[in-house]
Structure formats: C-alpha cells, structure tokens
C-alpha cells in the first residue's frame, strides 16, 4: 500500500507564493513512477496542474506554466510544487498523486490554497 501525505496549502494574497509538499510512504514504492498534483475548485472537476516522472521530465497545465514549478527528491520520496504569482482562480483543494504500475493510482487527502485577491 501507498500513502501521500501533502501540506503546505494556506491562504496567500494574490501574487503571492505558496510551497507545497507531498511525502509518499509505504512498502511498495518503487523508483519507476510518476507524481503529480491536481487541483479541484469548488463546483468543478479535478485537472491535472502538473506531472514529474521519475527522470525529471515535467509537464504542466498552460494555466499555471510559468507560475508553477514541480520538482521531486526521489531519496526522500517526496514531490513539491513551488506557486509563485498565485491568482484567484488558482483556489482549490490540491491532491498529490503518484502512479505505478504495480499499485495503480494513489492520492493523498488533499490541502487547500485559497488565493485572496
């Protein structure tokens, strides 16, 4: 089993920047995955923000290209997204996730960024 552990989330002023941090645990981590944050605003579907692989190649949604940076430390597996110039519409309850192919997809519980403007 697999369990993602975020934080970092709050609330920030627009323009402002945010950390935040997911640590994966458990006894079937294995180095060949992918990590990801999603986000799911109030009243619409969750969208992928931003994907890592295990070899460092990112993608990212065009919203937040930019803005937003993930980064991973596979020693520790833990995956971050760094949010700078936060806006409004960035508000939402964002969800660590990591897929293998072993376990399938595993998410964590989720943490709130609230975007003030």
């Known amino acids: 089993q697999v369990q993602l552990v975020e934080s970092g989330g709050g609330l920030v002023q627009a323009g402002g920047s945010l950390r935040l941090s997911c640590a994966a645990s458990?006894?079937?981590?294995?180095?060949?995955?992918?990590m990801a944050w999603h986000r799911q605003a109030s009243g619409k579907q969750r969208e992928m923000v931003a994907v890592?692989?295990?070899?460092?190649?990112?993608n990212y949604a065009s919203s937040v290209k930019g803005r937003f940076t993930i980064s991973r430390d596979n020693a520790i597996n833990t995956v971050y997204l760094q949010m700078n110039d936060l806006k409004p519409e960035d508000t939402a309850v964002y969800y660590c996730?990591?897929?293998?192919?072993?376990?399938?997809?595993?998410w964590g519980q989720g943490t709130q960024v609230t975007v003030s403007s």
């Open positions: 996730n990591l897929v293998q192919a072993v376990t399938g997809s595993s």
């Open positions: 458990g006894r079937q981590i294995f180095r060949a995955n992918v």
């Open positions: 890592i692989n295990s070899s460092g190649s990112t």
